[in-house]
């Protein structure tokens, strides 16, 4: 089952078990001291063909709007990592806070969330890979969904072997997008991986680059929004790739090199940092570890979850709750309760592998 499929089932049982208030048992104990929300993109609704499995990472102004309006509702304090951190520091127990986070470094957090952020007042942090600004990065995923949703079949060989796939329905473009995307993700370290790329997509490598300086942040962006006390800049890689895989020297490039990229050009500390896509099998207990020794306050992972003061000494490996294209305000109230957590970790409140 596609994690999409996942979000669209439990955004349809969300209501259900909302209106019985069933949620409401699990607050006391594990709605803890609050959240960090992960977006993606912010971008207003159009009406072209895409591929759902990748659109549920973008959400509309609108649901931005109406994330805003739940958090204000259920009177939570719209805090910045830095007080998230200081706030476990102290010990805090008693407080309701939210944090705003936005991953890679994409040009809509700044055209299209910021000015929201900014009316209503409320911090948040940008975590940028680096590549993205340095216009070195290969957004394939854009490519991906352009070649499956305007070709037919896709062909390509690859380190010996052929690939084949029909995608001439909408269904088998979906199914046909994660099989390529799992083949890809599985391909990146192998030296001559853009020629995996230029095979799967037929282009050049100039080609490749084509969406970089469109959907990115670029290092003036970056600066301007900096500037803003409201405004946190985090660090989330150079490359992006999944750091479990990677030696032990190339990990630590990776997280010390996109800290001190970005500290050149913002001429700040940058003290936060997202494990790129974040599961268990992405980041675990060395990633962590490596990321506290290198002195940075936060460490933010993908795994759902909420904040507790038991986090105070654990502050490498934060959860955080997704926000995507399904999440409705019932799906919000599953997971601000902990009901959600609760179920998919069994109870369990801090994830420390
Ligand atoms: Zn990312």
Not at 14 to 37: E, T, W
Not at 333 to 347: A, D, T, W
Request: proline share 4%; glycine share 4%; with cysteine.
């Amino acid at each position: 089952m596609s994690s999409y499929t996942k979000k669209k089932i439990i955004s349809v049982v969300a209501p259900v078990i909302s209106g019985l208030g069933v949620h409401k048992l699990f607050a006391p104990g594990y709605a803890g001291l609050g959240q960090v929300l992960t977006f993606h993109r912010v971008l207003p609704k159009d009406n072209k063909d895409r591929i759902h499995n990748h659109l549920s990472l973008e959400i509309s102004p609108e649901q931005l709007e109406a994330t805003i309006a739940f958090y204000k509702k259920e009177g939570y304090t719209f805090v910045s990592l830095d007080q998230v951190y200081d706030l476990l520091q102290k010990g805090a127990t008693n407080t309701k806070f939210v944090a705003f986070t936005f991953d890679d470094g994409y040009i809509d957090n700044y055209t299209v969330a910021y000015p929201i952020l900014k009316a209503h007042n409320i911090p948040f942090t940008i975590y940028i890979t680096t590549n993205f600004p340095d216009y070195r990065a290969v957004l394939w995923w854009y490519l991906l969904e352009d070649a499956v949703l305007n070709r037919s079949s896709i062909e390509f060989t690859w380190q010996g072997v052929e690939h084949k796939y029909t995608c001439d329905t909408k269904a088998s473009k979906e199914s046909t997008f994660d099989e390529i995307r799992t083949v890809i993700n599985q391909s990146f370290r192998v030296n001559d991986y853009k020629t995996l790329l230029k095979g799967v997509f037929q282009k050049t490598e100039i080609q490749l680059y084509e969406y970089s300086k469109k959907l990115v942040l670029s290092w003036e962006d970056i600066r301007t929004l900096s500037a803003d006390p409201l405004c946190t800049i985090g660090a989330h890689t150079v490359n992006h790739y999944p750091l479990s895989q990677l030696e032990k020297e190339k990990l630590q490039y990776e997280i010390e090199e996109s800290k001190h990229r970005i500290e050149k050009q913002i001429v700040d500390s940058v003290e936060h940092f997202a494990y790129p896509f974040g599961k268990p099998t992405e980041s675990s207990i060395r990633e962590f570890e490596m990321v506290k020794n290198l002195g940075f306050k936060t460490g933010v992972t993908t795994r759902i979850g909420n904040i507790f003061a038991q986090h105070r000494y654990k502050t490498e490996c934060l959860p955080r709750i997704s926000v995507n294209r399904v999440t409705t305000e019932d799906v919000l109230y599953l997971q601000s309760s902990g009901m959600l957590p609760f179920i998919v970790h069994r109870g369990k409140k801090v994830i420390t592998n």
